[in-house]
């Protein structure tokens, strides 16, 4: 069974850059899609960035497309979110999340097939 564990949250102001990580332990992330997504308080979770199991393919909701970029490591067992030009309305609690089986971005984003979830780290943008 696969834990994940996200880190590289924090405080950031507008403009700024974070970069988050989502370590596996458990098992090995080479058959799975990975995902990013993000809860603000008082709204719905949201996927945010997939990744198909080769890095070959990924898919950004519209709203971070050209700011963010999801990639992987299979040898580190680890996938990234690299974000840039972050403004106030990302901030959010990011989760990354594991989907065993064949890499369909929509259905990705969408986060209902989704076995394997992190903990989350706050990401929080603000003067």
């Known amino acids: 069974q696969l834990h994940l564990v996200e880190s590289g949250g924090g405080l950031v102001q507008p403009g700024g850059s974070l970069r988050l990580s989502c370590a596996a332990s458990g098992g090995a992330l080479d058959y799975y899609a990975l995902g990013w997504f993000r809860q603000a308080p008082g709204k719905e979770r949201e996927g945010v960035s997939c990744i198909g199991s080769a890095g070959d393919f990924s898919d950004h909701v519209a709203s971070v497309k050209g700011r963010f970029t999801i990639s992987r490591d299979n040898t580190k067992n680890t996938v990234y979110l690299q974000m840039n030009s972050l403004k106030p309305e990302d901030t959010a609690v990011y989760y990354c999340?594991?989907?065993?089986?064949?890499?369909?971005?929509?259905?990705?984003?969408?986060?209902?097939?989704?076995?394997?979830w992190g903990q989350g780290t706050p990401v929080t943008v603000s003067s």
């Open positions: 999340a594991a989907e065993w089986g064949p890499y369909v971005g929509s259905v990705c984003l969408g986060g209902n097939g989704m076995a394997y």
